[in-house]
């Protein structure tokens, strides 16, 4: 079946480091990719997201490229800062690209310090 | 009210209790989803009303039950829980595109259940 691979966390930088959360899966068909985010007593909030191969999705300074040939979605940013402290998740959706039924990865906690 | 709204926002239930968790979405969106979040583990998909039919996850038991009584109200009633059953409760919804594909799912801030 459909899986989601996420680095292990947690994850802890200083202000301003670069940030890359690696991201695989395995998936038959053309799914859609997302990262999710979600911040202390929140729910989850999309952050981006990809349907198609070498498509990239950006949004707030994250960025992730889906590539077919590697089966990964890595989630990157340039310079972090404490208010991106939270948890992130990788997703796939179905075969089809339909985001009815996603499955998620385990999460990423990610704290980031002054 | 924006999004997809959920209440109550904590519950502290005893095994014995029966409650209900509500979630309403104010989207326009056609399908709606419960979620679980326990710690350390992936979300774990519960049920999915798209328009108005219930999708199942034949591993949920049947101490939950989910109502959709409208596409912007879903709820999920709740009876003689375990303690396991503590985690978030999480609500979604999502939009069928004419091309018959679902898009991204916006989510709810979730329910923190917890059963003595």
């Known amino acids: 079946g459909d899986s989601v691979t996420q680095m292990e966390g947690p994850v802890t930088l200083s202000e301003e480091a670069f940030l890359t959360i690696n991201c695989t899966y395995t998936?038959?068909?053309?799914?859609?990719l997302f990262w999710y985010v979600q911040y202390p007593g929140e729910g989850l909030q999309l952050l981006l997201k990809?349907?198609?191969?070498?498509d990239k999705g950006s949004n707030k300074g994250f960025e992730a490229t889906y590539r077919k040939e590697t089966t990964s979605f890595h989630l990157e940013k340039g310079s972090v800062q404490v208010s991106d402290s939270a948890v992130y998740f990788c997703?796939?959706?179905?075969?089809?690209?339909?985001?009815?039924?996603?499955?998620f990865g385990s999460g990423t906690q990610l704290t980031v310090l002054p | 009210e924006t999004g997809v709204t959920q209440t109550p926002r904590h519950l502290v239930m005893g095994m014995t209790n029966k409650k209900s968790l509500k979630c309403e979405q104010h989207?326009?969106?056609?399908?709606m989803y419960w979620y679980k979040q326990s710690a350390k583990k992936p979300l774990e998909l519960m049920f999915v009303?798209?328009?108005?039919?219930?999708?199942e996850n034949n591993s949920v038991p049947s101490r939950f039950s989910p109502e959709c009584p409208n596409s912007s109200h879903l709820f999920l009633h709740l009876h003689t829980l375990q303690p396991e059953d503590s985690a978030l409760y999480l609500c979604?919804?999502?939009?069928?595109?004419?091309?018959?594909?679902?898009?991204?799912?916006?989510f709810g801030p979730g329910t923190r259940l917890t059963v003595l």
């Open positions: 009303y798209s328009l108005e039919e219930r999708v």
């Open positions: 998936a038959t068909g053309y799914p859609s």
């Open positions: 990809a349907t198609k191969a070498d």
């Open positions: 979604a919804s999502s939009q069928e595109a004419t091309s018959g594909r679902f898009l991204e799912q916006f």
């Open positions: 997703a796939l959706s179905d075969r089809s690209g339909s985001a009815r039924q996603l499955t």
């Open positions: 989207l326009g969106h056609n399908a």
